[in-house]
């Protein structure tokens, strides 16, 4: 009777092991593999940082060589303002009413397209309130009453221009693949100040 409930109760231990390693083996089974989706999401990670970092190098050189050129451009027209000949502008001023979009679709680009206006605005609502014919008698020699009887009031304020180019800035491979397609880009600025030599 002994022997007879030892064996019985063995059996069923074994069964019990039997049952527990082929429950955990499906619950291994139905686990999904880990190790090569924290790969995938490693390696998505380090793209997506390589390009932001890429692209923060990419505007420090830009804005680099926007500085450059911006620093030479005032410098020469400032040259321009002190000097004792006017340089004439080339083209000449224009009075700019708006700015459309060019054929890119992107606004502040350099195909913008501007609606050119006239000094009719000037004439009518910031001359009268100046009374210039008063003003030309009590300063003969003052320039804002030339405005009043001038063909073109721009060509009075005797702006200068000045402009600078800068060197080829080389873009890096993920700008030129990502954003633009280019080997370089060139940066150019422009400042235009008033002749100031003759102002007493």
């Known amino acids: 009777m002994g022997l007879a409930a030892e064996a019985a109760t063995g059996e069923r231990v074994e069964a019990i092991d039997s049952f527990m390693s082929v ?5 291994a089974a139905s686990r999904p593999p880990r190790s090569g989706q924290a790969l995938l999401e490693l390696t998505i990670a380090l793209v997506a940082i ?24 005032r410098s020469l027209a400032a040259q321009y303002s002190m000097s004792d000949v006017y340089q004439t502008m080339v083209p000449p001023a224009q009075w700019i009413q708006e700015w459309h ?73 993920v700008t030129r693949h990502l954003i633009y397609r280019a080997d370089f880009i060139r940066v150019e600025s422009e400042a235009v100040l008033t002749w100031t030599k003759h102002i007493e």
């Open 50 to 73: 390589m390009v932001i970092v890429a692209g923060m190098i990419q505007i420090g050189r830009l804005g680099l060589a926007y500085l450059d050129t911006i620093h030479q451009a």
């Open 101 to 173: 979009e060019g054929p890119d679709g992107r606004r502040f680009s350099r195909d913008d397209v501007p609606t050119i206006g006239s000094s009719h605005a000037l004439r009518q609502f910031v001359l009268p309130v100046a009374h210039p014919a008063e003003l030309r008698r009590q300063v003969p020699t003052n320039r804002f009453s030339a405005l009043q009887y001038a063909q073109e009031p721009i060509e009075e304020f005797d702006l200068v221009r000045a402009s600078a180019r800068s060197r080829p800035v080389p873009l890096l491979p």
């Open 23 to 27: 429950s955990s083996s499906i619950r």
